[in-house]
Nanobody, 124 residues
Framework: QVQLVESGGGLVQAGGSLRLSCAAS????????MGWFRQAPGKERDFVAT????????NYADSVKGRFTISRDNASKTVYLRISNLKPEDTAVYYC?????????????????WGQGTQVTVSS
């Protein structure tokens, strides 16, 4: 079992950057693929990025490729999402999630553990 806590969100101007962090507790962090999802107001939760256990494979939504970078540090049990060139349409609550698989899945149903989310708001 793993518990997840996101941080790093905030209010940013368009064109700016943020780094979101997700700290995990539990002994088996390195056995999970980790992902980020986001949910904008009035919309469904969407896949953003995922990374496998040993960081050998990453997968990104087409809408964020080239601007978002997912990474992880198994020693500190943390997964990161670096966001650059922020756009107003990136405004959403960003969720960290853990999946008991070792491939870079974008299927939210594979993720059994979720954090509470961190708000990112981008002003134009």
């Amino acid at each position: 079992q793993v518990q997840l806590v996101e941080s790093g969100g905030g209010l940013v101007q368009a064109g700016g950057s943020l780094r979101l962090s997700c700290a995990a507790s539990g002994r088996t962090f390195s056995s999970y693929s980790m992902g980020w999802f986001r949910q904008a107001p009035g919309k469904e939760r969407d896949f953003v990025a995922t990374i496998t256990r040993n960081s050998d494979t990453t997968n990104y939504a087409d809408s964020v490729k080239g601007r978002f970078t997912i990474s992880r540090d198994n020693a500190s049990k943390t997964v990161y999402l670096r966001i650059s060139n922020l756009k107003p349409e990136d405004t959403a609550v960003y969720y960290c999630a853990a999946a008991s698989v070792n491939y870079a899945t974008s299927d939210s149903r594979k993720f059994g553990y979720w954090g509470q989310g961190t708000q990112v708001t981008v002003s134009s």
